[in-house]
């Protein structure tokens, strides 16, 4: 299931704000329109249209249940704290649920190792 946490107001170093949706769980066999935006990067991402400044604001986890695939994506600038990730209670607990459904889970830090891994996953 498709899940949104929330709308928030972020502000750029420039000045500007926008507002970005927040994606807990991307979930592209029930939406599968969300595969386009996974594909073009602007899932979490904040997107500054005055300076053009982008970056990932939110972990989210893609789940595609046809393929039995579910990847953590990870903003990059957590990934300097690589250790907490593998202390996600809430992270250990949906591995548990969906391992026991057959499910491979992987985990990437940024929207682009996540791109090379469903194109990888799809051939």
């Avoid at 299931?1 to 991307?26: A, F, H, P, W």
């Avoid at 073009?40 to 400044?53: D, E, L, R, V």
Wanted: overall charge positive; glycine content about 4%; hydrophobic content about 35%.
């Amino acid at each position: 299931m498709t899940r949104i946490l929330n709308e928030i107001k972020m502000m750029c170093i420039c000045g500007n704000g926008e507002k970005v949706t927040i994606y807990d769980s991307v979930n592209v066999t029930n939406d599968p329109q969300l595969l386009e935006k996974v594909m073009k990067k602007i899932i979490n991402m904040f997107i500054c249209s005055k300076c053009g400044k982008n970056e990932q604001v939110h972990t989210f986890l893609y789940h595609d249940m046809n393929k039995k695939l579910a990847v953590y994506c990870y903003p990059t600038v957590r990934a300097m704290n690589y250790d907490s990730l593998s202390r996600d209670k809430g992270r250990k607990e949906a591995e548990q649920l969906l391992s026991s459904m057959g499910t491979d889970i992987r985990v990437v830090v940024g929207q682009d190792d996540l791109i090379r891994l469903i194109r990888d996953y799809n051939n």
